[in-house]
């Protein structure tokens, strides 16, 4: 999750160790666990608030599903309107491809899984797409606020659900070809 957030603030480890005020090392060590955090509260606080000072909060929701959201400048606040052309908010595609690595005959299982995470948390982001399977691999198409797909790239290329992304497409586009 901090990675991801990270992705969507353009920080570096670096830049968000200092801006919370803790060690390279503990981002690097967050960063790389995997799991539920185990961390001293402080630092945890610290490098939430520097996120926040960034307009990005991290919370999990009432599944305990962990969530990362972007909250955008207002207007006259220097950020970008939702559909700027070239700004941050401007609406994007990023198509790419990649291996499965859950065991054969539980492809549904997953599929439905993953219709169910992305349904709850793309609506937050102003994202939409499509995912096929087929053959063992992935093909997703995803538009939205470039902003949104950076943090949506981060958290999908850290899913355990499949390897190998290659990412086909990634371009401004003027109008959605997807509505869910």
């Known amino acids: 999750m901090i990675r991801a957030a990270r992705a969507l603030t353009r920080l570096s480890r670096q830049e968000l160790a ?3 005020g803790v060690g390279l090392d503990t ?3 967050l960063e790389e666990f995997r799991g539920t955090v185990r961390a ?18 991290l919370r999990h929701d009432a599944d305990c599903s962990e969530v990362v959201v972007f909250h ?10 939702e559909f700027e052309p070239g ?7 990023i198509t790419y491809i990649s291996r ?5 005959g539980r492809e549904a299982e997953v599929l439905e899984t993953i219709r169910h995470e992305a349904g709850r948390r793309n609506s937050r982001l102003a994202v939409t797409g499509a995912l096929w399977f087929a053959d063992g691999f992935f093909l997703q198409s995803i538009e939205g606020p470039k902003s949104s797909l950076q943090a949506l790239a981060g958290m999908i290329a850290l899913d ?12 401004e ?3 959605r070809t997807f509505t869910g």
């Open 27 to 29: 981002i690097k060590r």
């Open 87 to 93: 700004g941050q908010g401007a609406l994007h595609r």
């Open 40 to 57: 001293n509260a402080e630092t945890l606080a610290r490098i939430t608030a520097a996120f926040r000072a960034k307009g990005v909060s």
């Open 72 to 81: 955008p400048a207002a207007p006259g606040e220097g950020g970008a309107a």
């Open 18 to 20: 200092t801006a919370a």
């Open 160 to 171: 355990p659900r499949h390897t190998q992304p290659m990412v086909l497409e990634q371009s």
């Open 100 to 104: 499965a690595t859950g065991p054969a």
């Open 173 to 175: 586009v003027a109008e």
